[in-house]
């Protein structure tokens, strides 16, 4: 019998050397789930019909990019669904405790995080396989949506003072959430990182933070 | 001063006679919209993630429905924004009154209520200009949201009684709510339907209950 059992070919799976790409597969698609939950949310929220219109335009642009990371994951018989399942758990539960308490807060927190998020995968496909980098570049792909923040927020926070304090504060916290979101995602699977992890999440959180400071500079605001 | 009064040229507004197609144009808008806003949340609360970009994909290809209609209301110099925003405040109730009680329910309700705003969509566009019923039927096109409830909630529905007849029940509920929104719909905008409004409300009831009725039978379900 144990002679039988060891001529059953073991289940088809990612080959080792392909983990971190499936990973970070993963981890993407988990982000375009949920920036596309975000932005939808967002335009559901939306002060006028104009502005609802924009931000339901620029969710709907996302969910073609799941198209390709699809494919490059089937590529490496990975299931995608289960793989991104802890991602976009951890991804709830940054939303959950930045919910934002006006639509301003909601606009900033999804510019930030949103920015943050994309920081950190363009960060981690350093040096993974072309192929999949480049999958996960096209992700990346700017919507819009920081544009249509800093046309349409900037003007407002340097008619007010007050409001831009409050935001800048506000921002401020977002960041703090991102940045701890990243230090949990690779403590999650360490095999998104070459290297020592310490050294890599440093990395991350610098080129995450790089990125925010400069957001934060587009609307006039100190990170 | 009456004279000089009398030489300011009337605000452009769209010509008396297109008054039903840019209020059918705003309602169907307000319909693309607000089912977006449906499918998203649906996504955001699927049980698992296979589930979650399937919703998430047949949301995504609902924005593109509204590039025709934009451009068929700037054609009638019509402010679709403001035009629509009644309209949306409308669904917003309607949805605040269906949120149902779990997973279910809530795919029910997106079933039943989108099949019957659809059917009442297309019930109203008869009569109006060719270019706008053309415009509207485009934007009615099942994005596979029906197909893929029967193919998923049918073989449940046949395996569970009692399930079964509580979303029946639901589904009712459901339908009543939308039966109610067209009355409302067109005492708010009349001209949305051409003679008697009681007997085009008639016909747009009969339409949308032979069309659930058409819907929950494909379920198992009695309507």
């Known amino acids: 019998m144990p002679d039988a059992l060891a001529d059953v070919p073991l289940p088809a799976g990612p ?4 983990g971190r790409e499936v990973a970070l ?3 993407v698609a988990a982000g375009v789930l949920s920036s596309f939950t ?19 335009r620029m969710a709907g642009a996302l969910p073609a990019h799941l198209d390709p990371i699809e494919r ?3 590529a490496r018989s990975a299931d995608l669904g289960q793989q991104a399942a802890p991602f976009l758990a951890l991804l709830a539960d940054v939303d959950a405790r930045t919910a934002g308490g006006d639509w301003w807060e909601r606009v900033v927190k999804t510019y930030v995080a949103g920015g943050m998020v994309i920081d950190l995968h363009r960060a981690l496909s350093e040096g993974v396989d072309e192929d999949v980098r480049a999958v996960v570049t096209g992700a ?13 927020l900037g003007p407002v926070l340097a008619a007010e003072p007050q409001l831009a304090a409050r935001l800048a504060l506000w921002g401020r916290r977002v960041a703090g959430e991102a ?15 070459a290297g020592p992890p310490d050294a890599a999440v440093a990395g991350l959180l610098s080129a995450m933070t790089g990125g925010h400071a400069r957001r934060m500079g587009r609307l006039g605001l100190t990170a």
Do not use: F, I
């Not at 975000?38 to 339901?56: I, K």
């Not at 701890?180 to 990182?193: E, M």
């Open 140 to 152: 990346l792909v700017e919507n819009g949506h920081a544009a249509w923040v800093v046309a349409t």
């Open 38 to 56: 975000g932005l939808a949310d967002d335009a559901a929220s939306a002060p006028d019909v104009v502005t609802r219109v924009a931000l339901t």
């Open 25 to 27: 597969l993963a981890l």
């Open 15 to 18: 080959p080792e050397d392909q």
């Open 72 to 74: 490059a994951a089937v």
């Open 179 to 193: 940045l701890s979101l990243a230090q949990t995602v690779v403590r999650t699977r360490p095999d998104l990182v």
